[in-house]
């Protein structure tokens, strides 16, 4: 006989209505991981959707009035607006409750939520490392986090319970749970993740001012290399300003260090140094090859792209 499936929280509040909350919030249905789901967003038009769509029980006009009665509240907006959201909700927390973010800077949400969060609440800041260039309480799907990683940066002042429980609510939703300090998480992300999309916002920036001088061409025969760094600028601008400049300091410092690996490249191509550029790009080939080992990606042809007969 199957066990029942034990709710982990009893109400749970989203606090912005994008993708992660959105697919948070149909994981939490789908694996019965919440009695109640209780949403906020600045959007009328948000609020209305995701009543619409089911994806919460009951959703308010304003944050206070959210969470309140919840023991979990989940912060889904944009880095820069964390303060500001934690110091409206702190009148309205319940004794007891646990307080999270799904930010991708760490140290600088902490400074900003920390203050805010009254006595008999804890923070345990978080990161769910997925995601995709959709935004809005439609883009979301149950299975965005399944073999995904999510990690945990907890304060001096998160309790052992509080962590233990977020980790179990991360983990049935299928996504594996690591812990590690603000500061290194900050800068781990620098390099997997804020510097390649200020690249990738460089590059396209870069061919359209190109395609505006060779009628459009850039994106006329754009091959998959181009389409994937315009599908990871495509990502909420409002999200990556806030992103990059909460976390200008690793940011910059993984800058440099990839401007002096351009540097050898650029010396490589110019002095025709194929063995020196063979030799770069077998290391880093290297490092796709362990992403997908560790099942990250796909090894698939076109990264697994479905290829439509428009694209073929």
């Known amino acids: 006989m199957t066990a029942p499936v034990v709710p982990i929280y009893d109400r749970v509040a989203f606090i912005g209505l994008g993708l992660i909350a959105s697919s948070m919030a149909l994981s939490i249905r789908q694996f019965g991981l919440a ?14 959707i995701a009543l619409e769509i089911g994806l919460c029980d009951c959703v308010f006009d304003t944050a206070g009035a959210a969470v309140e009665g919840a023991d979990l509240v989940v912060l889904c907006v944009p880095v820069g607006a964390m303060g500001e959201i934690a110091a409206a909700i702190a009148p309205h927390l319940k004794q007891g409750a646990c307080v999270t973010d799904v930010g991708s800077v760490k140290q600088a949400v902490i400074e900003a939520v920390a203050a805010h969060i009254p006595a008999g609440v804890v923070f345990v800041p978080a990161h769910p490392l ?3 260039e959709h935004s809005g309480p ?8 399944q073999n995904r990683w999510c990690l945990l940066t907890p304060t001096k002042t998160s309790t052992p319970e509080a962590t233990a429980r977020l980790r179990a609510l991360w983990e049935r939703m299928g996504a594996n ?3 590690m300090d603000a500061a290194h998480h900050d800068l781990v992300l620098a390099v997997v993740s804020h510097t390649p999309h200020l690249i990738a916002y460089t590059m396209v920036g870069v061919a359209d001012h190109l ?3 060779s009628n459009s061409e850039v994106i006329k025969y ?19 300003r806030d992103v990059f400049l909460t976390n200008k ?7 440099g260090r990839f401007t002096e690996e351009l ?8 002095m025709g140094d194929g063995d020196e550029l063979y030799a770069y790009f077998m290391r880093t080939r290297a490092i796709r090859r362990g992403i997908i080992e560790a099942g990250q990606d796909t090894a698939a042809p076109d990264f697994g792209r479905v290829v439509t007969k428009k694209d073929g």
């Open 130 to 132: 997925a995601g995709t």
């Open 35 to 48: 009695r109640e789901i209780i949403g906020h967003d600045k959007s009328d038009e948000t609020r209305a």
């Open 138 to 145: 439609r883009s979301g799907f149950a299975t965005l986090f």
């Open 249 to 255: 300091d690793a940011v910059l410092d993984i800058l």
């Open 222 to 240: 754009s091959a998959s290399g181009f389409r994937d760094f315009t599908r990871i600028a495509a990502s909420d601008p409002t999200m990556w």
């Open 177 to 179: 749970v690591d812990e």
């Open 263 to 270: 540097f050898v490249l650029q010396r490589a191509i110019r």
């Open 211 to 213: 395609g505006r001088v």
